[in-house]
């Protein structure tokens, strides 16, 4: 059941998973016709089994595994993508990725399974390697080796039916590769039918043989097929399986043979469908015959997850300011002169937050810290400026050890309104700071992913009307990073964002009116629910969540819950 190419303890091995929507599929030459992702199996007998009626060789040695190999992913060549990942986990080759940050990797959610419905330990037993294009199961491959700390997968993802097929990993270092940026909801155009998408993958080059697995990273051009087309296929031809909006199909219909046909096959699962620069899709499902052919089934085509669908539900786990690194945004608080000026970290419960814990260093010469992850390294930062002079800095943990330390970022900022890190805001997938001058002027200072940025962009005036201004993610589910301010008699709106520099903030959207708090905070996501939530402290010192509902109208925040009392001994929040 098992065949490996030698290159240290790095092997792979191909799994067909069959969803419980396979049932009703007909019945095609004499196999059973199934719906098939396309991931690798593990190292555990019980995990990510073959089909019922398949064998898979065991090759006697590395040249025979090599054997057969194709300059072809079934129609197409060889290349090269400096954001193209391999999943491994346990040892074994499992799926592709994508780096969209530099510590983050979009990937299918069914790549996170083993196939039986039990989400993999991929925080203890994964890894991945980047920077080369070459398979991490041969020889010479080259490339970075790098641990995975954390997985995430659509909260309503289905293993039986292969439906929100999305995952993100979180890496346990930043990588210097380049990244991909996913589609967004106002993506609509790049999903035009006819139009030529491009997907990657070092899965199998022929349909009926497993062993012929790429040694180098193979692109295809598929185009994309209307959901008229795709649904009156699988779900009025075979019986089920695609569903509108959060799946997508691409490619002419399957020629059945390998010399004619182009399409991706099992090992290609979790690499990205490609359409100007940008990720449309995440390689799913396709159809197989049981017994005999893994993919290339005549007049079928390939299936995969219509990522502007899962933008809103990823980007809180590529932006996040997640401390414990559990998925859910945590939330920073400094006591203040009374309480010593100690910094504290009270962790996210998914309904509002426990206990708190003591961080250590000394936090009392601040009067401005803001929760961020500048380079993307997966922990928690932070921007902070200096009482004394107004110099702000940027405390970040050392890529050497453990410990922090504080780099100077700006100088004499001590009469600036307001400062944010609000994400990306100009649409490069880097954290951004904006910042508010004493006359109203709001600059943008592009991020570069190191904790560096860019020359300042003039982002607009009149900024000085608002009394408080906070930002962290996407509250309008548009894909791009807005802000929350105040202005006279306690109303509070969105601003919308652009995505432009120039013109970072659109029309401003009367939200709330709040004239009994006195401290806010935008830490993320706190209840791990995709959406960005804002945190409010009253005048009594009670501490209340306003839960994001992603709408772009006045019902931006679903209704408040109390979830702390005596927070009032705190002068810093976020």
Excluded at 53 to 67: F, I, N, S, V, Y
Excluded at 103 to 132: Q, R
Excluded at 276 to 295: A, D, L
Excluded at 439 to 459: A, D, E, I, M, S
């Amino acid at each position: 059941m098992r065949f490996s190419r030698s290159e240290g303890r790095h092997r792979r091995r191909l799994s067909r998973i069959i969803p419980a929507a396979a049932a009703a599929l007909a019945l095609l030459t004499g196999g059973t016709l199934v719906a098939t992702s396309y991931a690798g199996e593990t190292g555990s007998e019980k995990v990510g089994k073959l089909q019922e009626g398949m064998t898979l060789a065991e090759p006697e040695t590395a040249q025979e595994a090599d054997a057969g190999v194709s300059t072809r992913i079934i129609g197409g060549t060889s290349t090269s993508a400096s954001w193209m990942v391999q999943l491994f986990y346990d040892g074994y080759f499992y799926c592709g990725g994508t780096l969209v940050a530099p510590n983050k990797v979009l990937t299918a959610a069914h790549c996170l399974y083993d196939g039986s419905g039990n989400k993999l330990d991929w925080g203890t037993y994964g890894e991945v390697l980047a920077g080369t294009s070459v398979s991490g199961t041969v020889a010479g491959h080259g490339g970075t080796w790098v641990d995975v700390t954390r997985g995430w997968t659509h909260k309503s993802y289905s293993d039986a039916t292969i439906q929100n097929d999305v995952a993100v990993l979180t890496l346990a270092k930043p990588l210097s590769y380049s990244t991909l940026e996913m589609a967004k909801p106002a993506d609509s155009a790049l999903y035009a039918p006819g139009t030529d998408a491009t997907v990657y993958g070092w899965g199998m080059t022929s349909s009926t043989d497993p062993n012929s697995i790429a040694s180098n990273l193979l692109k295809t051009t598929l185009p994309l097929n209307s959901d008229t087309d795709c649904t009156e296929y699988f779900n009025e031809a075979i019986g089920g399986g695609f569903v509108k909006d959060k799946m997508l199909c691409a490619g002419e219909p399957a020629t059945g043979d390998d010399a004619t046909a182009k399409t991706t096959c099992p090992g290609d699962s979790g690499g990205p469908l490609v359409v100007g620069n940008k990720i449309v899709g995440v390689v799913s499902w396709g159809i197989g015959i049981e017994g005999s052919k893994y993919c290339n089934v005549e007049g079928s085509y390939e299936v995969f997850s219509k990522v502007s669908t899962y933008h809103r539900d990823a980007r809180p786990r590529v932006d996040d300011t997640d401390i414990s690194r559990n998925g859910k945004a945590d939330l920073f608080l400094r006591s203040d002169s009374a309480h010593g000026g100690k910094g504290y970290v009270k962790y996210s419960t998914g309904t509002g937050f426990g206990s708190r814990s003591q961080l250590s260093g000394s936090w009392s010469a601040y009067n401005l810290i803001i929760q961020a992850d500048l380079n993307r390294d997966g922990y928690q930062d932070y921007v902070m400026r200096r009482s004394s002079d107004g110099a702000m800095y940027w405390r970040h943990r050392s890529a050497s050890s453990s410990t922090f330390t504080d780099t100077k970022i700006a100088s004499d900022w001590g009469t600036r309104k307001f400062n944010a890190v609000p994400g990306d805001v100009t649409g490069d997938r880097f954290p951004d700071l904006v910042s508010v001058t004493s006359g109203g002027t709001l600059y943008v200072y592009p991020g570069k992913g190191n904790g560096t940025f860019g020359t300042r962009v003039t982002g607009g005036t009149g900024y000085g009307a608002y009394n408080m201004l906070r930002g962290k993610g996407d509250f309008t589910n548009d894909g791009k990073s807005d802000l929350i301010v105040r202005g006279s008699g306690g109303k509070v709106y969105v601003l919308p964002g652009t995505g432009k520099a120039s013109a970072p903030f659109g029309t401003a959207i009367h939200v709330r009116t709040w004239d009994n708090f006195n401290a806010y905070a935008a830490p993320g996501d706190v209840t791990g629910d995709g959406r960005p939530d804002f945190v409010v402290r009253s005048t009594a010192g009670n501490l209340y969540l306003y839960p994001g509902t992603g709408k772009a109208t006045s019902e931006i925040f679903g209704t408040a819950v109390k979830i702390g009392s005596g927070y009032e001994q705190y002068n810093i929040f976020g």
